[in-house]
């Protein structure tokens, strides 16, 4: 690994200040965030309506978008000036290893639901009758465990994947190169992520509790947005302009 980035080894309670300091950002400017990401989720949605090829791009994408959040944090934090036209300023940066980054993350996510559905995963009712849906339940019961290791499975993947769009957008890193790193990264502050995790967990789920949900949404999202910049910038030394 190259020896000129540094990764920090935080205790498990700095997690919780990449949560507050993400509020920080957003509450210095909320309006720009909520419609940064009403944007984002805009196009992903438009992308998922287009038949066959839409749902892959939209999936290719996203690394390409949390690559945009975190430049756009990164500009915040250092007092210049942000604006919802900034959505795509991250497909600016190494392009193709995002698009390569999103491509490593659908397949093996997609792995996982395979191997899940050999297991015996229920993936859905087969209806809206009511009855349908009430053998869903009994069937996710009925295999809890597969359920769980398929989730688990997931955060897994996220966790592993979670600095590598910004190590492609701030260093120039290839896909391979910013997985490893990431890895790393995730391996030496597991408790940090533990704890950053369960408070957005919470935070969504609080979100839901309020009427209308909306408005809670519109503010747990973008600070998960902001958070994937703040988390980056605490673990890996010396960030640089890109």
Same mark, same amino acid.
């Given at each position: 690994?190259?020896?000129s980035?540094?990764?920090?080894?935080l205790?498990?309670?700095?997690?919780?200040?990449?949560?507050?300091?993400?509020?920080?950002?957003?509450?210095?400017?909320?309006f *720009?965030?909520?419609?940064?990401?009403?944007?984002?989720?805009?196009?992903?949605?438009?992308?998922?309506?287009?038949?066959?090829l839409?749902?892959p791009?939209?999936?290719?994408l996203?690394?390409?978008?949390?690559?945009?959040f975190?430049?756009?944090?990164?500009r915040?934090?250092?007092?210049e000036?942000?604006?919802a036209?900034?959505?795509?300023?991250?497909?600016?940066?190494?392009?193709?290893?995002?698009?390569?980054?999103g491509?490593?993350?659908?397949?093996?996510?997609?792995?996982?639901?395979? *191997?899940?559905?050999?297991?015996?995963?229920?993936?859905?009712?087969?209806?809206?009758?009511p009855?349908?849906?009430?053998?869903?339940?009994?069937?996710v019961?009925?295999k809890?465990?597969?359920?769980?290791?398929?989730f688990?499975a997931l955060?897994?993947?996220?966790?592993v994947?979670?600095?590598?769009?910004?190590?492609?957008a701030?260093?120039?890193?290839?896909?391979?190169q910013?997985?490893?790193?990431?890895?790393?990264?995730?391996v030496?502050?597991i408790?940090?992520?533990?704890?950053y995790g369960?408070l957005l967990?919470?935070?969504?789920?609080?979100s839901?509790?309020?009427?209308?949900? *909306?408005?809670?949404?519109a503010?747990?999202?973008?600070?998960?947005?902001?958070s994937?910049?703040?988390?980056?910038?605490?673990?890996f030394?010396?960030?640089?302009?890109?």
């Amino acid at each position: 690994m190259d020896s000129s980035i540094q990764v920090a080894d935080l205790p498990a309670m700095r997690g919780a200040r990449w949560i507050t300091d993400s509020f920080r950002l957003f509450g210095a400017a909320p309006f *720009v965030w909520i419609s940064l990401c009403l944007s984002w989720i805009g196009v992903t949605f438009g992308l998922l309506l287009v038949p066959i090829l839409g749902g892959p791009v939209a999936s290719f994408l996203q690394p390409a978008f949390a690559a945009s959040f975190a430049v756009i944090a990164y500009r915040q934090s250092r007092g210049e000036r942000i604006g919802a036209s900034d959505l795509f300023i991250g497909f600016r940066h190494n392009f193709r290893a995002l698009i390569n980054l999103g491509a490593v993350f659908a397949t093996v996510m997609l792995g996982i639901f395979l *191997v899940g559905m050999m297991m015996g995963l229920p993936l859905g009712p087969q209806s809206a009758d009511p009855g349908a849906f009430e053998e869903y339940v009994k069937q996710v019961e009925e295999k809890r465990w597969i359920v769980l290791s398929c989730f688990g499975a997931l955060v897994l993947l996220k966790a592993v994947l979670w600095f590598a769009p910004q190590l492609i957008a701030f260093h120039g890193m290839g896909t391979v190169q910013s997985i490893r790193w990431s890895a790393y990264a995730a391996v030496s502050n597991i408790g940090a992520l533990l704890v950053y995790g369960l408070l957005l967990y919470g935070i969504f789920y609080l979100s839901l509790l309020t009427f209308p949900w *909306v408005f809670g949404l519109a503010v747990a999202i973008p600070v998960a947005a902001i958070s994937g910049y703040v988390g980056y910038r605490d673990v890996f030394e010396g960030v640089k302009a890109p």
